[in-house]
């Protein structure tokens, strides 16, 4: 088995994604915008923009399925469309109240 150590720190890509907090996804359940700690973003350079978590990353990856939550892909069950379908729809589509805006 195979363990991936994740960084618990924001890289600099992550900052810059999420300049407002410092690097971390905002913590939706404060009426402020302040980091959650626990979702740092991960990112580098060559990460696509809306990567939606594909390389790992816990505050992009969270911020996809906010994305699907509101945009009601997705079910008590997991997703109504594939995961591909709807990263492609993350994508392309202007983001829906979600953290990272950037492009």
């Known amino acids: 088995?195979?363990?991936?150590?994740?960084?618990?720190?924001p890289?600099?890509?992550g900052r810059r994604r999420y300049a407002d907090t410092d690097g971390y996804y905002?913590?939706?359940?404060l009426h402020t915008r302040s980091p959650d700690i626990y979702s740092p973003?991960?990112?580098?350079?060559g990460c696509?923009?809306?990567?939606?978590?594909?390389?790992?990353c816990t505050a992009c990856g969270l911020d996809f399925k906010v994305y699907c939550d509101v945009a009601r892909l997705?079910?008590?069950d997991g997703l109504k469309v594939s995961?591909?379908?709807?990263v492609a729809r993350?994508?392309?589509?202007?983001?829906i109240q979600t953290a990272y805006v950037g492009r």
Do not use: F, N, Q
């Not at 905002?26 to 359940?29: E, F």
């Not at 995961?83 to 709807?86: G, V």
């Open 26 to 29: 905002p913590d939706r359940s």
């Open 90 to 95: 993350y994508r392309e589509e202007a983001p």
């Open 83 to 86: 995961e591909e379908d709807a």
């Open 11 to 13: 890289t600099d890509e």
């Open 74 to 76: 997705l079910t008590p």
């Open 1 to 9: 088995m195979t363990v991936i150590k994740l960084p618990t720190v």
């Open 41 to 45: 973003c991960t990112c580098v350079a």
């Open 48 to 56: 696509a923009p809306r990567c939606g978590g594909k390389c790992h």
